[in-house]
């Protein structure tokens, strides 16, 4: 059907979900954000009191969760067992622990198994941090993107002021914490694919980005 799959990596606010959204839009392909799958999963967990360190009981029961990533005109629904958690799993607290769970290597296999299954018939933009590495190591274009810290802090509170009252060294801190664990953690790290292409964001706007991958996306199909 020549149609590819495209990877985005990178590390927290680089503004990988916004392009993600746009090239595939522009493609008419479909946008996976594996964030959000373990965000769904973290969300979960805090519901139900298990911790990060009780492995067992979050394999047990992360295995018996429907997670759903459903596309829609107005961006993603994402369902946990039908329920519409979209709003729920960006909050302060899944933000706080989400990469303590995102280390539990048997959760990275579950996801790992149904991120390749939405790819399979190709025509995926898929986000995360390991798509390019490890999810989806034969996609044909690959996208490592960056910003500096300060500049991700400054994109996150723009779109968090108004809902949310946190401070831009507070964003800062969250970030450049995250950024460590998924970085350092033994499974998976956050890193640039060999042939990954490196963008740095920090001066470009979300148009350029978009055209430079589109085009990139072109070429190669
Ligand atoms: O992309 P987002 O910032 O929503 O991801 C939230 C967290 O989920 C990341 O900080 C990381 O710990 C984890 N994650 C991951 N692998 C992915 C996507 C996200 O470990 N492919």
Known sequence: NGKINIAIDGPAGAGKST????????????????????RAVTWYMIQHGIEPD????????AQNLVIQLIPGVDGQKVLVNEENVTTLIRS??????????????GLRTQLVSLQRQMALRK???????????TVLPDAEVKI????????????RYMELKDSVSITLEQLEHDIAARD?????????????????????????????????IVSLAQRSG
């Not at 009780?54 to 029961?61: D, I, N, R």
């Open 19 to 38: 392009i993600a959204r746009m090239v595939a839009s522009a493609l008419s392909y479909i946008y996976v954000d594996t964030g959000a799958m373990y």
């Open 54 to 61: 009780e492995e067992q009981e979050v394999l047990q029961t």
């Open 92 to 105: 302060l607290a899944v933000n706080a622990k989400v990469s303590r769970y995102a280390q539990i290597e």
């Open 123 to 133: 025509g995926v933009v898929m986000d995360g941090r390991d798509i390019g590495t």
């Open 144 to 155: 490592f993107m960056t910003a500096t810290v300060q500049e991700r802090a400054r994109r």
């Open 180 to 212: 460590h664990l998924d970085e350092q953690r033994e499974i998976s790290p956050l890193r640039q694919a060999d042939d990954a292409i490196w963008m740095d964001t920090t001066e470009m706007n979300t148009l350029e980005v978009t055209e430079a």
